[in-house]
């Protein structure tokens, strides 16, 4: 939960409301103990609120969707049933978006963001929260942008980072028909290292959907899939 100068707070804090509550118990200064033993414990609940994430995400689904057979046009919704963990929240950020092709047309609950950012070859998203969306008892937020040749490949992949607590999250792949589904995985990444998981569910050869509930905490979820070369008829299509 904490970091190590965090963690020696913690124990300080745990040996003192054990001290307090002892001398509660055993002595005659029972008022002193309870006035220490209640600080103690009012320092550690100060401490974990302020070690919590920003938000916490009850349900999270990222839906992709590629509307052609060559993998040039794509679309992403991500929908999240998202409630922020200190009032005085102002605004979420969206990141870790990033692709091998164009990514375009931002919008974030169908507005216009906030502000944009790209480091490093990703995207960050900001969204204001006024104060009429309640976001403290949790609210929908939904993003979505459109690619361009992202997944002209034979392998394509949809992931997501977690970056906030969350209790469930659901990938979702869409393909048009008339190019078959090789193969599909779904995995981890974290700390350099490579976890396989449950593999996804392939319905009909157009639709991949992989799903796991308390996912890690700064692990990189994919939902890898291969799927057959496009035919040279359909090639030649695209170029008129």
């Given at each position: 939960m904490f970091d190590k100068p965090n963690q020696l707070v913690f124990y300080i804090n745990a040996v003192i409301l054990v001290f307090?509550?002892?001398?509660?118990?055993?002595?005659?200064f029972i008022v002193i103990g309870l006035i220490v033993a209640i600080c103690a414990?009012?320092?550690?609940?100060?401490?974990?609120?302020?070690?919590?994430?920003?938000?916490?995400?009850?349900?999270?689904?990222?839906?992709?969707?590629?509307?052609?057979?060559?993998?040039?046009?794509?679309?992403?919704t991500q929908t999240q049933m998202t409630t922020a963990c200190h009032v005085d929240n102002t605004e979420y950020w969206f990141g870790n978006i990033r692709a091998v092709g164009s990514i375009s047309n931002f919008k974030v609950n169908d507005?216009?963001?906030?502000?944009?950012?790209?480091e490093n070859g990703s995207y960050q998203i900001c969204m204001k929260?006024?104060?009429?969306?309640?976001i403290i008892n949790g609210s929908d937020l939904?993003?979505?942008?459109?690619?361009?040749?992202?997944?002209?490949?034979?392998?394509?992949?949809l992931s997501h980072v977690i970056d906030n607590d969350t209790r469930r999250l659901h990938l979702i792949?869409?393909?048009?028909?008339?190019?078959g589904i090789s193969s599909a995985r779904f995995f981890c990444k974290q700390n350099g290292k490579e976890e396989a998981l449950?593999?996804?569910?392939?319905?009909?050869?157009?639709?991949?959907?992989?799903?796991?509930?308390?996912p890690q905490l700064g692990a990189e979820y994919c939902l890898q899939w291969n799927w057959s070369e496009e035919g040279f008829i359909k090639k030649l299509s695209h170029l008129f």
């Open positions: 307090g509550v002892l001398v509660a118990l055993l002595t005659n414990a009012l320092l550690i609940f100060d401490q974990i609120r302020q070690n919590k994430s920003a938000f916490s995400i009850a349900d999270l689904r990222k839906i992709l969707i590629i509307h052609d057979t060559g993998g040039n046009k794509a679309t992403l507005s216009e963001p906030a502000e944009q950012k790209k929260l006024p104060p009429e969306l309640k939904t993003l979505s942008y459109e690619y361009e040749d992202a997944f002209t490949q034979t392998e394509g992949v792949v869409e393909l048009p028909e008339g190019r449950l593999p996804p569910v392939v319905t009909g050869q157009t639709k991949i959907e992989a799903d796991i509930k308390n």
